[in-house]
């Protein structure tokens, strides 16, 4: 019923930038919080930046400072802006979303490689 698709992943030298952006899509749905969480293989998924419905923000530790999120309500799209990068933010990441269509759903996107390079 809804669907997010990520955009932006690349290769980027240390300190560079790069900007991800997740849009959702489909029916008679209404965006509630929304993600980024960050992956590599053998480790667990691990909470990047959050935003709630409301606009509040949160970040971990390790990219406190350097990343960004933001989102646009009215095309259902969150950003994520990221300076300064280090090779340690190598990754794949993913967009969630908790939606309500007929209930609270969550929703995830296919993952964009994000690496960085020393």
């Known amino acids: 019923q809804v669907q997010l698709v990520e955009s932006g992943g690349g290769l980027v030298q240390a300190g560079g930038s790069l900007s991800l952006s997740c849009a959702a899509s489909?029916?008679?749905?209404?965006?509630?919080?929304m993600a980024w969480y960050r992956q590599n293989p053998g480790e667990q998924r691990e909470l990047v930046a959050r935003?709630?419905?409301?606009?509040?923000?949160t970040y971990a530790d390790s990219v406190n400072g350097r990343f960004t999120i933001s989102r646009d309500y009215a095309k259902n799209t969150v950003l994520l802006q990221m300076n300064s990068l280090k090779p340690e933010d190598t990754a794949l990441y993913y967009c969630?979303?908790?939606?309500?269509?007929?209930?609270?759903?969550?929703?995830w996107g296919q993952g964009t490689q994000v690496t960085v390079s020393s």
């Open positions: 969630y979303g908790m939606i309500y269509t007929d209930r609270l759903n969550d929703y």
């Open positions: 935003i709630t419905d409301s606009g509040s923000t």
């Open positions: 489909g029916r008679s749905f209404r965006v509630m919080d």
